[in-house]
């Protein structure tokens, strides 16, 4: 009896001590920080975090969500299908503070206009989300990502009162134009974000959506107002580090469209040639439709083998077609079946339809692919005419 008293009391004892660790000061801060772009495409759309400041209880710590979970069972795999969870981190300011600074991005705070039940309420909700139990959840680049979290766990502290205004030079866009104004259009990654993005992105973005930049989280934060209140969310705002101006190098050399604007030469002129001669070069149409077919597969993978929502609906497949695949066995024919010259108009048609796609804005598509698609048009016209012959 004796210890199970002692026992209930240490017990007692813990749960007290841990609900005042867990309970902020009258004196507490919670702000947002918004960390700027670095050189990398996985961070060229910069980061929000938490930041709980108390200094009577020795508290100064960052809670971010959308940390990878390296430990996860088949993470690659996972990774490519969408369906690997993330998780919210914690660690301390100085050595967050550190890291960016080394990594030379800028950094933002703003300190949220909130009671001290309303930072208790917020901090609590982080406290507990950060359990093992409760650390994982399933990513979503445009509606769950480490920005639409702060947004939705500001809400959660203010019971949904949270009423965000556009800031005033907000224009309206497209998810794909609101990712591209963080990139170079003639990068390697704008290009392969356009591959393999289908078009539910060029869809118009509603203001609140525009949030899933931490950019615009600080923007719209700025100008949000606290309902009940009419007070504005943020109290004050400052740049904690400002990051330093280096030489930026022309990568042009090695950009996409000069990349394929040689290949796209040299297609047309061995097309040119084999028209001189009368021939046809094997070899560069079973590449052609080797490459072209494989990255069709890909695409429908994509759309349709993951759970990543961005990837539906690409008209990319118009132009990597994935039966390209299956018609390699006509190319090494001199002779071949009267439907395969069908199917290479086919395949003009639907370089056509691709056009009339990026035309009327259904899909926008890389432009560093413009001179392999006119490559592509001429040497499917020159097929056309050498397999009449």
């Known amino acids: 009896m004796y210890k199970t008293l002692l026992f209930l009391l240490f017990f007692l004892l813990v749960k007290i001590c841990s609900a005042q660790e867990n309970t902020l000061s009258p004196e507490a801060k919670i702000s947002v920080l918004t960390i700027g772009p670095g050189t990398s495409l996985n961070d060229s759309f910069g980061h929000s975090a938490f930041r709980i400041l108390d200094i009577n209880k020795g508290i100064d710590v960052v809670y971010g969500y959308g940390e990878y979970d390296f430990d996860a069972p088949n993470f690659y795999l996972k990774f490519a299908q969408g369906r690997l969870n993330y998780l919210i981190s914690k660690e301390d300011f100085q050595r967050f503070y550190r890291v960016y600074v080394y990594f030379n991005r800028t950094i933002k705070e703003q300190t949220l206009n909130l009671s001290h039940d309303e930072k208790q309420k917020l901090y609590g909700f982080l406290i507990k989300n950060y359990k093992p139990e409760n650390r994982k959840y399933l990513y979503d680049f445009f509606f769950d990502n480490c ?8 809400n959660v502290s203010l019971n949904n009162g949270i009423t965000f205004h556009a800031p005033k030079h907000d224009k309206d866009a497209s998810f794909r134009t609101l990712i591209q104004n963080n990139l170079n259009r003639n ?8 591959i393999c993005l289908g078009s539910v992105i060029d869809k118009k973005a509603t203001a609140e959506d525009h949030m899933f930049l931490p950019e615009n989280i ?29 030489p930026v190098s022309n990568g042009f050399l090695t950009s996409p469209l000069l990349i394929f604007g040689i290949l796209g030469a040299l297609i047309l002129f061995i097309t040119y040639k084999d028209s001189k001669k009368n021939k046809r070069s094997i070899w560069l149409d079973i590449t ?6 494989i990255i069709g597969v890909l695409l429908l993978l994509l759309w349709f083998a993951t759970d990543h929502k961005g990837t539906h609906q690409n008209y990319n497949l118009l132009w990597a077609f994935f039966l390209n695949l299956f018609m390699i066995p006509q190319l090494f024919r001199e002779k071949t079946n009267s439907w395969f010259v069908k199917y290479i108009k086919f ?43």
């Open 218 to 246: 600080y923007k719209f934060f700025n100008n949000a107002v606290i309902k009940d209140r009419n007070k504005p969310l943020v109290e004050s705002s400052r740049v904690i580090f400002s990051k330093k101006e280096l």
């Open 147 to 154: 920005a639409t979290k702060i947004k939705d766990v500001a």
């Open 347 to 389: 395949l003009i048609i639907l370089l056509c339809l691709l056009t009339l796609h990026w035309i009327i804005g259904v899909q926008v598509f890389a432009i560093g692919l413009i001179p392999l698609l006119v490559a592509l048009f001429v040497r499917y016209m020159y097929l056309v005419s050498h397999f009449k012959k």
């Open 187 to 194: 990068s390697w990654g704008s290009l392969g974000i356009d």
């Open 288 to 293: 052609l439709f080797s490459i072209t077919g």
